[in-house]
């Protein structure tokens, strides 16, 4: 239950937050201050510093208080326990700071264009956040204040998706295009080098004694041993032996390429070459023995067999940037004052005030 009421407040807070944006009518952030909250990290300065507003939007104020509350669920979910790399929490605050500047300019741009949301799949929408928490006193207690601003948020989002699709949607590319983006992006359409490894694991826990690891890693010696001395079968004794499951496989992987080796054993590979095996090699699960079956080099497709996949590729590089210029062009037109003197690493948003 209060793993359930923890979610929920999350919910409820976050639709608030989305659906209180103020007027400037309202609010006159440039005549005085007033305490907001402060986002992780302390990046942002001394909330008594200077008005409690992130931005001004064609007129449209976004408060210190959602901005900050919003920059602390993001670093909350972003940066969970961890310590967040250097520059890492100023980027963060660019971040949210663009997506809540840009959702005011898409609402906007949304009533200049007439979209409608679909009635039914907002109810839809409801029904299941009804459904969901039902049994929630908090819902219960909630439920009547929270309704119209959750509908707000949810009719909203599915007029912003209508018109995301609608400026994605650009024409399907020419056929020289298409060439010219494969001619452009060879490494897009290239098969990379390949390796065939057979494995043998012998299993210990992670929690054994020294005692446990180093029996593993001599019954993983006495193996080898029986397979360059005694020319014993590597698939026999892997279906005997190996506690992974390519066992059943004779302990084939098939091919595979960089990156889904486990860190560590990648390099131990490079060093190989086909017919190579391995002396035994501690990971995480134990000790295993691999030996380099084949090598598959690199392919580069032609044309016809990627044009397809070519297609695909550049019809979502123009539509991202169909979307991407739209966006930009919405900022470009906008009076946006940025209190850069409250939250000094917005400073590097390109906002053209007027």
Known sequence: MKILASRLSSILAAVL????????????????????????????????????????????????????????????????????????????????????????????????????P?????????????????????????????LPSLRQRLEQDDMLAALEAKVRNVPPPAEDRVRAYYKANPDKFTEPEKMRLSLIVLKVDPSSPTSAWEAAEAEAGALRMRLTDGGAD??????????????????????????????????????????DLSPPTRILQGYALFRYEAKQAAKHHDFATVRPRATDLLARDLADKAWTDFRAQLRKKARIELNTQRYPAIGALTAKSK
């Open 17 to 116: 937050l989305a659906c209180t944006v103020h007027a400037a009518d309202d609010a006159k952030p440039a005549a005085k201050t007033a305490p907001g909250g402060a986002a992780q990290g302390g990046a942002v300065a001394d909330q008594h510093s200077s008005p409690p507003f992130l931005a001004v939007v064609n007129g449209t104020v976004i408060s210190a208080g959602e901005f900050d509350t919003a920059a602390n669920e993001a670093a909350r979910q972003k940066f969970y326990h961890g310590t967040p790399p250097e520059g890492a929490v100023e980027e963060l605050l660019r971040e949210v700071a663009t997506r809540m500047i840009e959702r005011i300019l898409l609402l906007e741009e949304i009533g200049r264009q007439g979209l409608k």
């Open 118 to 146: 679909d009635a039914r799949a907002v109810e839809e929408k409801l029904s299941r956040y009804e459904q969901r928490y039902a049994s929630s006193p908090r819902w219960q207690q909630e439920r009547e204040r929270i």
């Open 234 to 275: 590597f698939a026999e004794l892997a279906r005997k032996h190996s506690a992974d499951d390519s066992a059943q496989n004779g302990g084939d992987l098939g091919y595979l390429h960089r990156g889904m080796l486990p860190e560590g054993i990648q390099e131990k590979i490079d060093d190989m070459k086909p017919g």
